[in-house]
């Protein structure tokens, strides 16, 4: 599998990142976002049952991605962003902490990923003990630092959709101003969601440059 040809290419010096999707996420990509919207608030038991077998095919995935290489998992569950702490709690957060523990007891770390505004969601990973956490531009950093303390990673948070229509010398301060206020924390410059397919290639090279002082 390709984790597996990118590990032996790398020789262990490049952390190879595998993906599997959170429950709520698969489960929304098997029925429909607005069909699975509707059976959280009408049918639970339809909803827990459909979200435990998304479960099964997580941890098989990740077993797999770990056992061929893949150093760091990341965890998508995007959708989670469009629900409220309430609805997080009573269906995902437990699932989340379960694939987590289940991930880091293969040795692997985990990259949880939740695209959106989720300043919301924060209280609930506290006891993630999580190693990187994507924040989305709407997420203020110094909020979450204040909420999950000093030993998560913070990977962010910069709109993908800035990076593609500003200069590359506006994205070089931009990511400059980052770093500088970031630098003393444990911090990863990143986009806060995928890089959009139209972003010139000077800009990407301006996060890059602006990473070194």
Not at 106 to 134: Q, R
Request: charged content about 25%; aromatic content about 6%; glycine content about 6%.
């Amino acid at each position: 599998m390709a984790a597996e040809l990118l590990s032996k290419k790398t020789r262990g010096n490049i952390p190879v990142i595998g993906w599997i999707e959170g429950p709520l996420a698969e489960a929304c990509d098997l029925t429909g976002m607005e069909n699975m919207m509707m059976q959280l608030m009408m049918d639970p038991d339809f909803a827990n049952r459909l979200m435990d077998k998304c479960m099964v095919t997580a941890k098989e995935f990740a077993k797999a991605q770990i056992e061929n290489g893949c150093l760091i998992i990341g965890m998508g569950d995007a959708v989670c962003s469009q629900i409220d702490t309430d609805t997080y709690n009573f269906y995902v957060r437990d699932r989340h902490r379960e694939l987590i523990e289940y991930i880091h007891g293969l040795g692997g770390k985990i990259k949880l990923h939740i695209c959106g505004d989720t300043t919301h969601l924060l209280p609930s990973y506290k006891d993630f003990n999580l190693d990187i956490l994507d924040l989305d531009w709407q997420v203020d950093i110094s909020e979450a630092r204040r909420i999950l303390g000093e030993n998560v990673i913070f990977a962010g948070n910069i709109n993908p959709v800035t990076i593609q229509n500003i200069t590359r010398d506006e994205v070089f301060e931009m990511c400059r101003l980052l770093v500088e206020k970031h630098k003393n924390e444990r911090y990863m410059l990143s986009a806060g969601c995928e890089i959009t397919a139209l972003t010139p290639p000077e800009n990407l090279k301006a996060m890059s440059d602006a990473t070194v002082f």
